[in-house]
């Protein structure tokens, strides 16, 4: 099983729509989570960190489930802008700063 | 703050030549990754350290690729000798404790 799992997409939605991702996660020691955002031929960029009570910024939530080991991240009203590739991304445990990325969810938003 | 500085951004070399890829991380950040990202395998950790000293070199893929910190402002990845399927884009992250990591823009490197 790999250490974070997510659906590889492509997601094709209407602008305006809202669409949610999940992602899993093998290791129940994690204690760091994260949403990255990487556009075509781009470096990674952090979008957001995932709390545990969940958090919210802007027209983005991302959630997290310990008990059921994944985070999800929704997007609300889409703009042709959020195309782009999202990656979930945990720490490999509790001791230690190793982040581990799964292999993103590829987002396009059409007009 | 300039965040991660990576050189060169393309690199095209030929097989069996040396290659150093370098990493300024963000003044004050810890924690210093370097990724590797192709098509085929996505974003693959190579190394990882923490103050300088390497936690983690689990991911480099053989002998052929090393890497260095000899101090809290610089990094290196070398791969010697090397191969076409070391084609890639190399990443180099920086991050403070538990805190997400912020990327370098890559290094494109081909190898003919």
């Known amino acids: 099983r790999k250490e974070v799992e997510q659906d590889p997409g492509p997601f094709n939605v209407p602008e305006g729509a809202t669409v949610a991702f999940n992602c899993t996660y093998s290791?129940?020691?994690?204690?760091?989570f994260f949403w990255y955002r990487q556009d075509c031929r781009k470096e990674p960029k952090l979008l957001m960190s995932v709390y545990s009570s969940g958090n919210e910024d802007g027209r983005f939530t991302a959630q997290l489930n310990r008990a059921s080991q994944y985070i999800s991240l929704l997007i609300r009203d889409s703009k042709l802008s959020d195309s782009a590739t999202y990656l979930c991304?945990?720490?490999?445990?509790?001791?230690?700063?190793?982040?581990?990325f799964g292999t993103g969810t590829r987002l396009q938003v059409f007009p | 703050d300039a965040g991660v500085i990576q050189s060169p951004r393309h690199e095209v070399t030929e097989m069996g030549q040396e290659v150093t890829l370098r990493c300024k991380p963000i003044?004050?950040?810890?924690?210093l990754f370097w990724y590797r990202q192709t098509m085929m395998r996505g974003l693959e950790l190579l190394i990882y350290?923490?103050?300088?000293?390497?936690?983690?070199d689990s991911g480099m893929p053989e002998d052929r690729f090393s890497a260095k910190m000899p101090n809290a402002s610089f990094s290196t990845l070398k791969i010697q000798p090397s191969e076409p399927r070391d084609s890639a884009v190399y990443f180099c992250?920086?991050?403070?404790?538990?805190?997400?990591?912020?990327f370098g823009q890559g290094t494109r490197l081909t190898v003919v």
């Open positions: 290791n129940s020691a994690s204690q760091s």
């Open positions: 003044s004050g950040h810890n924690s």
């Open positions: 992250a920086s991050s403070l404790p538990y805190s997400g990591a912020f």
């Open positions: 991304v945990v720490n490999k445990d509790q001791n230690t700063d190793k982040l581990i």
């Open positions: 350290f923490n103050n300088n000293v390497p936690i983690d």
